[in-house]
């Protein structure tokens, strides 16, 4: 079987992976080859506010540093797990890959100025190995061949080695922390609100009864309600069977006249003779 040639492998490769792809490595090489300078990339709330400069909203994401090692290695894991994610979690679905992009880059951008963080692409590929190793839970790996560990465990595998490589740890500790806000969100906490009837707008039905009773008291009982419950179920039979026994007695009555309409007077057991 002939080796799949880079341009068909590129050109198969789903949309929005493309698109990723092809920004960092043009970045990457704008960069390398002096035409766009880094301090023209970097995130910077204050320039991007005060100054207009929106682009490093995106730019950022892009810039994975200069050809390197380090940039082989974040290079390799975003086409492979962003591929991975695309095809297999989201298969037919790019506007839900899109969107998990969106709001893994909208929640670091918001916490980068607190951080002094300048590149977020190492913690978006942080976030995409993250969520692909929790829906891959039982995939087995291995680092290098040297020892084997399940898919969860992949992304403190990677910021171990990362770290070795001497990049700083809260850059790709960022992106785990999104994913596995993400992950709870999208697929854990949609699961346990089907079984338990929650709305992620909505409290739970218990906790809104229980505040509407202690600020308002119980509430009235309905007339269904009522009729249903046993104590007027008792209730009823009782009153029931006391119309009853005041319909025998007016029988009882009724059948002690005479014909013409007259009390039958009861007859001594031994008449008495007539003089």
Not at 102 to 108: D, K, L
Not at 251 to 262: A, F, I, K
């Amino acid at each position: 079987m002939p080796a799949e040639s880079p341009v068909t492998w590129y050109l198969e490769m789903p949309p929005v992976s493309r698109l990723y792809l092809t920004g960092s490595f043009l970045t990457t090489a704008l960069c390398a080859l002096d035409v766009v300078s880094p301090f023209s990339l970097y995130y910077d709330s204050a320039l991007i506010f005060q100054r207009w400069e929106l682009w490093r909203l995106v730019s950022n994401f892009l810039f994975f540093g200069l050809f390197s090692l380090d940039f082989l290695f974040h290079m390799y894991f975003l086409v492979r797990y962003c591929r991975l994610l695309e095809e297999g979690e989201f298969r037919g679905k790019p506007w839900e890959f899109a969107s998990m992009l969106f709001f893994g880059a909208a929640a670091m951008l918001c916490v980068a100025p607190f951080l002094s963080i300048h590149f977020l692409g190492s913690s978006l590929t942080f976030m995409m190995v993250y969520v692909w190793g929790r829906r891959n839970e039982h995939v087995r790996m291995s680092f290098l061949g040297l020892f084997p560990f399940n898919a969860p465990y992949l992304p403190w595998v990677m910021l171990a080695f990362s770290v070795l490589l001497g990049n700083p740890a809260t850059t790709d500790v960022i992106g785990i922390a999104v994913g596995h806000l993400y992950f709870y969100f999208h697929f854990v906490y949609p699961a346990i609100a089907d079984i338990r009837g929650w709305s992620l707008l909505r409290p739970p039905r218990t906790l809104l009864d229980d505040l509407r009773t202690s600020l308002f008291g119980a509430p009235p009982r309905s007339a269904s309600a009522s009729a249903g419950s046993p104590r007027n179920t008792a209730n009823t039979t009782a009153t029931a069977a006391a119309a009853e026994r005041e319909n025998h007695d007016d029988d009882d009555d009724d059948d002690d006249l005479d014909n013409d309409g007259r009390p039958d007077i009861p007859r001594p057991l031994f008449a008495e003779h007539q003089q």
